[in-house]
């Protein structure tokens, strides 16, 4: 691990699914960690951590106020850009280098290299989902909504060409004296999103801002990002009320019995099938779904 304080940060507002899911990846993040890092975890319930975690060290919950959290949200009004506020919070507070984490993510391998890199001055993303302009039916359609409007923010003047890589926000790291301007990719997503209202928007600013400055190191090599399946949000839920103040351990194996990785994995291989062909597997009920003793757990609710 880096000598520079390195701190790791989960956001988890809002929602009893969220903290499920933060939860199962902070506990796969300690099971590949050699030496752990801080961990902060931005919240509106710290009790419902520490009643499944208690009082382990090297946990942080910061304290932040209901305005703060509104504040965060920026002019557009997005839940998408509280993790900009959580990362300019953690840069003020806890000085270091710092890797912002989504909930809906699986630990694979310790992340110090990725620390090492951002000490080093360089910026992590989750993973380059492809040039906007080829990406999906999404991309494509921001691509040209987007093409041919330029974003002023102070004397830096961004926009989107058929160059123009869009990388996953799950994972974002950088030093705490990058996050000082931090303010400038609010400002740039605040455009984007008066530009065309797409939630993508939050994770083009964040593509935009580091791009303009170096190459982005892609995270996904150590962690997955299930960002795709939101139908495991009740199953995880569900297994986080039955194990608060219970076995941290049985907690994670029973998560882990739900083989969120794989689905995901799958999940993904059907998107990327023609859309011609998910329209005729989904015509004679073969489309994708919650599979065997997972969507019988899920019916349950």
């Known amino acids: 691990m880096p000598e520079v304080p390195c701190s790791l940060i989960y956001l988890a507002y809002g929602s009893k699914e969220l903290h499920a899911e933060a939860l199962y990846s902070l506990l796969s993040y300690y099971k590949v960690a050699h030496k752990a890092a801080q961990v902060l975890i931005y919240t509106d319930s710290p009790a419902a951590f520490r009643q499944v975690l208690g009082a382990r060290n090297g946990v942080v919950y910061p304290a932040v106020s209901f305005a703060q959290w509104q504040n965060w949200r ?68 921001v691509y040209r909504h987007l093409k041919g409007h330029v974003f002023p923010v102070g004397t830096q003047r961004y926009f989107v060409d058929e160059r123009t890589i869009l990388y996953n926000s799950g994972v974002i790291g950088m030093t705490f004296v990058a996050a000082e301007r931090l303010p400038e990719v609010v400002d740039l997503a605040d ?105 019988t757990e899920q019916a349950k609710f």
């Not at 984490?101 to 989902?129: C, N």
């Not at 492809?130 to 494509?140: E, F, Q």
């Not at 600013?205 to 995270?219: I, K, P, Q, T």
């Not at 993904?268 to 859309?275: A, D, G, K, V």
């Open 74 to 141: 920026g002019s557009s009004n997005k839940v998408y850009l509280l993790k900009i506020g959580v990362l300019g919070h953690a840069a003020q507070h806890y000085p270091g280098n710092l890797l912002f984490v989504d909930t809906d993510t699986i630990w694979q391998a310790d992340p110090e290299p990725l620390f090492r890199q951002v000490q080093q001055g360089k910026y992590v993303m989750h993973v380059s989902e492809d040039r906007l302009a080829a990406g999906n039916l999404l991309s494509r359609k």
């Open 191 to 295: 455009q984007l999103y008066a530009t065309y209202n797409k939630h993508i928007m939050e994770q083009l600013a964040f593509s935009l801002w580091f791009g303009a400055d170096r190459a982005v190191v892609e995270a996904a090599p150590y962690v997955v990002h299930y960002w795709n399946l939101k139908a495991a949000r009740p199953l995880l839920a569900r297994v986080f009320r039955q194990h608060a103040g219970q076995s941290l351990e049985e907690f994670y194996d029973r998560v882990t019995d739900l083989n969120i990785k794989e689905l995901h994995e799958t999940e993904m291989r059907y998107r990327s099938l023609p859309s011609w062909r998910r329209t005729l597997l989904k015509i004679v009920g073969r489309g994708w779904q919650m599979p065997g003793a997972v969507a």
